[in-house]
């Protein structure tokens, strides 16, 4: 069962607006991973962490791995268009080889 | 990245019929394959795990002998939806993972419509 809390649910951003969302859990967590998901398609890696306090950058998009490996954040800059979607954050605890734990969700939607 | 295909993308049924969903990990070798189904506007929910060679794990509430699963190689899964019924409507997604601790990738998903 779904144990990542992800905030918020949805935002409505205007072009060019820097976003960000966030994960928590009351579970330590080894990895955490941020996708993307458009329609009617799979979840997308957008990136992947794997050291408390690691922070990682793809283009616009920079994430963390909290220094407590309870939470992580995701941010987006200058968001654009094609940055609409569903963004899931997801986890692996204690055991690297358990299945991923997934967030809830966050939708996006960017105004032009 | 690691590339995950489905197929078939979207299947059409009748009830009572069973419908195969084939899950490929096409440019790397998945000891571990998942498969999720996903309802609109909500997250994924995690079916079942399976290990190649190996019976497939089932998550609380998952019908085994409903979702059968087959993990006969280690490039490829299929999850067969025996009997289905329009409550099995669903979007299918399956993720494949190389070894242990490593990043998950999924697949583009199927969508079933059961008539």
């Known amino acids: 069962g779904q144990q990542l809390n992800q905030s918020p649910q949805s935002m409505f951003i205007q072009e060019g607006e820097d976003v960000s969302m966030n994960c928590t859990s009351s579970?330590?967590?080894?990895?955490w991973l941020w996708y993307k998901q458009d329609p009617g398609e799979g979840p997308v890696l957008l990136i992947a962490l794997y050291k408390a306090g690691e922070l990682t950058s793809n283009g616009r998009l920079t994430a963390q791995f909290g220094i407590t490996r309870k939470d992580s954040f995701l941010n987006i800059s200058a968001s654009i268009p094609s940055d609409v979607g569903i963004y899931f954050c997801?986890?692996?605890?204690?055991?690297?080889?358990?299945?991923?734990?997934f967030g809830k969700g966050t939708r996006l939607s960017v105004i032009a | 990245g690691a590339v995950v295909s489905q197929h078939p993308s979207w299947v059409i049924c009748k009830s009572g019929t069973s419908v195969k969903i084939e899950c490929r990990s096409l440019?790397?070798?998945?000891?571990?394959m998942f498969w999720y189904r996903q309802f609109p506007k909500q997250s994924l929910m995690l079916m079942a795990t399976?290990?190649?060679?190996?019976?497939?794990?089932?998550e609380q509430g998952v019908e085994k002998d409903k979702f059968l699963i087959n993990h006969a190689s280690l490039t490829l899964s299929t999850l067969t939806v025996t009997s289905a019924h329009p409550e099995d409507s669903s979007f299918y997604i399956c993720s494949a993972r190389g070894g242990f601790g490593e990043t998950q990738y999924f697949g583009p998903g199927t969508r079933l419509l059961v008539l």
């Open positions: 579970s330590i967590f080894n990895t």
């Open positions: 399976s290990n190649e060679g190996s019976k497939a794990t089932y």
């Open positions: 440019d790397f070798q998945a000891t571990t």
């Open positions: 997801a986890g692996h605890r204690n055991s690297g080889n358990t299945p991923l734990v």
